[in-house]
């Protein structure tokens, strides 16, 4: 159960394989608004989670959600037509996305 206190921006999630490797997400957005501005993602070279999965899919299950966020090695910033894209899917703000199942996986 939550303490009631907003986050605050950025908004930061790590995920580690099972010999220490990271993914991460980072959400920057907009305090007084709480719209997303933008995304980082970072991992770990070798690192066995190549996705960022948010919320399930139809079937219950986080692999197949239609919110995943492929995290290629090292840092990348998503471009304003990936965050958009994931706008028409229901995440446009933080809100959004800590409201739902976030984890790393395949």
């Known amino acids: 159960m939550g303490t009631g206190v907003p986050v605050t921006s950025p908004w930061v999630q790590e995920f580690t394989d099972y010999v220490g ?12 608004t709480r719209a997303i501005t933008g995304i980082t993602t970072y991992r770990d070279a070798g690192c066995l989670f ?17 919110k995943a966020i492929a995290v290629p090695e090292g840092t990348t910033i998503l471009t304003n037509q990936r965050i958009n894209q994931l706008a028409t ?9 800590t409201a739902l199942n976030i984890t790393a996986g395949r």
């Not at 490797?21 to 007084?32: C, G, L, M, P, S």
């Not at 960022?52 to 219950?60: A, N, Q, V, Y």
């Open 21 to 32: 490797r990271a993914v991460r997400i980072t959400v920057t957005f907009n305090e007084a």
């Open 89 to 97: 899917r229901g995440l446009s703000t933080i809100e959004d996305i």
């Open 50 to 66: 190549p996705n960022i999965l948010i919320g399930l899919g139809t079937d219950g299950i986080p692999d197949s959600t239609d």
